[in-house]
């Protein structure tokens, strides 16, 4: 049974069983985490630190207070884990992050009747309550905006401070504030901008304390398959999500409205052909924002599986050379044993067998988990977040060579014949790396589906064309071929030959934006039942 209490302080290494683990978290940020009416800790935060412990087998202590003093008792080692803190780049140089449990969006609030914030920018000269060490504090001060900064150790001193009328405006979480405002009976503070992008909220310690980290991540994993993580969320995030502005119904109730207004004021066959027109446009941009939001969760569930599987490799590669090196010292007394009374068994088959067969095992399991390791690295590579801009120096050899990884199991079930043959000492070029390789898996994965059986082969090639100054990745398959009045349309959005087996057609519609982007081009050589050409070229310059 876990042990939760607000004060004390235990230390111990991670294998005592009566290790009781110190747990910090903020004393006034519902309704993540609080401390109710009788000062016991409670909220999202600590009910799912509670499950976990139970999960786990593990005892917590929770430690509630200002979180500027949570986040020194983390560097002090006062505290051994926070359980809720926004993930940033450069938190992430001190501390490490588990996956996150939750997501949480910052934004400006004001007084009714204060002017209406647009941009961040605008704050400068102006005075702004902000949490102190919170994440928006962090960000106020690497981005210098010049806003005249006024620090609070709450989130309800925040609110009570800007409903006074002392300050201009006050830069904090939404569901806190809002929260906040209600119980507090504060009826005159509103959003004031667009909130900031989504921020990942979760575990983390200290730098060198992964292994507690870990216990902490697997129990979340747990409580996710078993369906009580959903329960904590629904419980104590999911009402007041529910209360937000319906603002997607909202819009487009109204887009609605001014359709049908129109129709009725400029009835006739032009406007009609104008309203058709744009409909199509709109849903255009809502099926490549689904996509987008498909790709985004699907990153977010990449990252978390190579964080859980990069744990048990990196036991495996710690342990397997240990294993190998002590095979070699008792193989001296084996084989003593081995010449004086003569063969015998060994893991259920003869020593002489195993003398040979051991050695070569272990470096197989090294190589194999070697393997897995290059693969985890590279979907987590492939699915973190691209915030860069298309002037890396990029090795097209390198990215390629990654999408092969990716794809290879693709290509083992497709085909029993892959050849690529990579230029030697190629130039690099001016671009984006992640969107490139992203182009070159599309590529491989079509290749692939165009294979009518395994017997048929896909090539790939890189060159530089000197003459042209460009860069050549070119895949050839022997697959099914396409139809001549169907090459000019292969870029087009939603254009797919394979709709009934899920095809979106956004591939490669994707994928010729992003070469349009990087200033080259992508060619397409193709005759029914012989196979495809794709030609990508990329300017050196």
């Not at 006034?28 to 935060?45: S, T, V, W």
């Not at 800007?162 to 405002?181: E, I, Q, R």
């Not at 029993?416 to 990579?422: D, I, Q, R």
């Not at 079509?446 to 890189?462: G, V």
């Amino acid at each position: 049974m876990a042990m939760y209490t607000v004060s004390g302080i235990a230390h111990a290494n991670l294998q005592d069983p009566n290790r009781v683990i110190q747990v910090g978290g903020d004393l006034n940020y519902p309704p993540y985490e609080f401390l109710d009416p009788d000062g016991n800790p409670a909220g999202y935060n600590v009910e799912l630190t509670q499950a976990i412990a139970e999960v786990m087998g593990i005892k917590v202590n929770f430690q509630l207070g200002d979180w500027g003093a949570m986040r020194q008792a983390l560097e002090t080692g006062d505290v051994d884990i926070l359980q809720g803190i926004s993930y940033t780049d450069e938190r992430a140089q001190k501390y490490t992050f588990s996956p996150a449990h939750a997501y949480v969006h910052q934004s400006i609030f004001t007084r009714k009747g204060n002017p209406v914030i647009d941009d961040i920018s605008d704050l400068k000269g102006k005075s702004v309550v902000v949490q102190r060490q919170g994440v928006m504090h962090d960000y106020l001060l690497d981005h210098n905006i010049g806003a005249e900064l006024v620090l609070v150790d709450t989130h309800a001193d925040a609110i009570r401070l800007l409903a006074s009328g002392k300050h201009d405006y006050a830069l904090v979480a939404n569901l806190p504030s809002l929260y906040l405002s209600q119980k507090l009976g504060i009826s005159d503070i509103v959003l004031s901008g667009k909130a900031f992008e989504a921020q990942k909220y979760g575990y983390a310690v200290k730098k060198g304390n992964e292994s507690l980290l870990a216990q902490f991540s697997e129990g979340l994993a747990i409580l996710k398959n078993t369906g009580r993580y959903q329960e904590i969320y629904d419980k104590w995030l999911g009402p007041l999500e529910e209360k937000k502005f319906p603002w997607r119904k909202f819009v487009t109730a109204a887009i609605v409205i001014s359709l049908v207004i129109l129709a009725i004021v400029f009835w006739n066959r032009a406007l009609a052909r104008e309203v058709e027109r744009r409909s199509k446009e709109l849903e255009l941009r809502q099926q490549q924002l689904i996509q987008a939001d498909k790709m985004t969760s699907l990153g977010i569930l990449v990252s978390g599986v190579a964080h859980e599987i990069n744990n048990p490799c990196g036991l495996l590669m710690l342990n397997i050379p240990i294993l190998r090196d002590s095979y070699q010292d008792a193989l001296t007394v084996l084989e003593e044993h081995y010449q004086t009374h003569g063969d015998f068994e060994l893991g259920g088959l003869s020593y002489s067998r195993m003398r040979e067969e051991i050695p070569a095992m272990l470096d197989e399991m090294f190589a194999g988990v070697e393997r897995i390791k290059r693969i985890v690295d590279d979907l987590g590579d492939f699915s973190r977040q691209d915030t860069s801009t298309i002037k890396e120096e990029v090795d097209l050899n390198t990215i390629t060579t990654a999408a092969i990884r990716l794809v290879d199991n693709t290509l083992r079930k497709s085909t029993e014949s892959f050849h690529a043959e990579l230029g030697n000492n190629l130039p690099t070029f001016k671009g984006n790396a992640q969107r490139v390789e992203q182009v070159i898996i599309n590529l491989l994965v079509n290749a692939c589906q165009a294979l009518e059986d395994k017997s048929q082969k896909i090539e790939l090639k890189t060159y530089y064309r000197e003459s042209t100054q460009q860069l050549v990745l070119k895949v050839i398959d022997q697959g099914c071929g396409i139809p001549p009045e169907n090459l000019s349309s292969l870029s087009d959005p939603f254009f797919t030959t394979k709709r009934e087996t899920g095809g979106t057609g956004l591939g490669l519609s994707v994928s010729s934006g992003i070469v349009r982007e990087h200033g080259g081009t992508l060619t397409f050589n193709s005759k029914s039942d012989q196979g495809t050409t794709v030609t990508l070229s990329l300017p050196i310059e």
